[in-house]
């Protein structure tokens, strides 16, 4: 699974249970999604791919980026502007919000690097010169190399 589908999937979870729990409730919604923003499908997937491919593998600046995003997504988008317009009623505050986010980038992260097997790299370092049977060679070919 791609890691934009991933970080929807998350994203559409983290709302569901903030709904539930009261944390905002969206006024304005897409049809048949009742409580689902239309940024979920829209621009959270383009904006993660974006993120993903210009600072994977530098986690340094993946989380500089994501956090300098995620300030702007909790300080103005969700705080002033749709809360403004009538689309969303934020109930918490964004100080609270801001680790929801960060904790959901770096998740996000994590997935990534587990579905490109970085974690098991270790483990593939140490076993490098051990082969699986399949490509060992027959008994057969052993006699004959010897024999040569």
Known sequence: ????????????????????????????????????????????PVLTIWIFK?????????FIINTILDIGFNFFLLNYFLPNHGIFDFKI?????LPITLIHAVVI??????????????KNRVASSMQPAVAKPLFNQQEDEKED
Do not use: C, K, N
Request: aromatic share 22%.
């Open 1 to 44: 699974m791609p890691v934009a589908m991933f970080a929807l999937v998350l994203t559409v979870i983290i709302h569901d249970v903030g709904t539930t729990l009261g944390f905002w409730a969206t006024r304005e919604s897409i049809f048949p999604f009742h409580q689902m923003m239309p940024y979920f499908f829209g621009t959270m």
């Open 54 to 62: 210009f600072t994977y593998g530098r986690f340094g600046m993946y």
């Open 93 to 97: 505050s964004p100080f609270l919000s």
């Open 109 to 122: 992260y994590g997935y990534q690097m587990w579905q490109d097997g970085v974690p098991l790299d270790a």
